[in-house]
């Protein structure tokens, strides 16, 4: 069986993921981290535990499964001249201690774990009096849709938990607030996009794997919902608006 780190280790992740790095930038300026110990789950590149470290967290933590992503973490860090510490490990099993973080943040990371003991995890590394924050990619906006698009092609693949509220607070409590952000992610045209998509990004790498011969069909029906959203190109490309999910637990 594959584990999560092979399975993030196809492709090449920080190609794709700084298309969509705006969110992560976004949370660690709104969430007021100045003097706050963080900790960022499913940190990848460690777009946003370096962020977070930007606008002056106290400490900052950035834990993953794929080393690669890691070493890409600490030389992004290194640049930025920003102290991160980084530790390899799966998320439902993070080696720090209870009560660590006033806040725990993961974009676009959590959700790739088993909910339970995910969210079970990040509650338990959270103080009292603060949050867990996560981002995930909304059923309406690009990427739901491109999953939604995929789905014929994967029957019997779970449905996710993290595109709509009232799944969301079915699993992670009642007190889960849930509310839709939005930002805008430029890219040359669909076709590019699509491409960059099954060289670089592990989901859709593995998934065209899997499919073989199936997959040129799958590709064409990607590349008609890009198209759908992205809209009429401008001078510098398209400017495509992506919706994505912010859920906060409090600690
Ligand atoms: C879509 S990327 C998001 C990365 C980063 N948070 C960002 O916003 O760019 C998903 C990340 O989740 C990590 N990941 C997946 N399952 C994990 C697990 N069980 N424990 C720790 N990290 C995990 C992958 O290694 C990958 O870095």
Do not use: K
């Not at 930038?25 to 960022?40: C, F």
């Not at 693949?157 to 969301?168: L, N, V």
């Not at 992205?230 to 992506?242: K, M, Y």
């Amino acid at each position: 069986m594959t584990t999560a780190a092979e399975f993030w280790t196809t492709g090449d992740y920080a190609v794709v993921g700084d298309l969509w790095a705006q969110p992560g930038r976004d949370l660690a300026a709104t969430l007021a981290v100045r003097d706050r110990d963080v900790v960022d789950l499913a940190t990848g590149t460690g777009v946003t535990a370096i962020a977070a470290a930007r606008h002056g967290a106290r400490s900052v933590t950035g834990v993953d499964v794929t080393p690669d992503l890691l070493r890409e973490a600490v030389r992004r860090s290194r640049a930025a001249g920003v102290d991160v510490t980084w530790i390899e490990a799966d998320l439902t099993d993070v080696p720090l201690p209870t009560d660590c973080a006033d806040l725990v943040t993961s974009t676009f990371g959590l959700v790739f774990a088993e909910p339970g003991p995910a969210l079970a995890e990040a509650r338990r590394l959270v103080r009292p009096g603060g949050r867990v924050v996560f981002t995930s990619w909304a059923a309406e906006g690009l990427f739901g849709r491109i999953r939604q698009a995929l789905a014929p092609y994967f029957p019997g693949a779970p449905e996710p938990w993290h595109e709509e509220r009232d799944a969301i607070r079915s699993l992670a409590g009642a007190d889960a607030t849930v509310e839709v952000s939005s930002f805008t992610m430029t890219i040359e045209s669909p076709e590019q996009f699509v491409s960059l998509l099954e060289r670089f990004s592990a989901p859709i790498v593995n998934g065209a794997a899997s499919l073989g011969d199936a997959w040129p069909s799958a590709r064409r029906d990607l590349v008609r919902v890009v198209e759908e959203v992205a809209g009429d190109a401008g001078p510098d490309g398209h400017r495509v608006p992506v919706d994505y999910l912010v859920t906060t637990l409090s600690g």
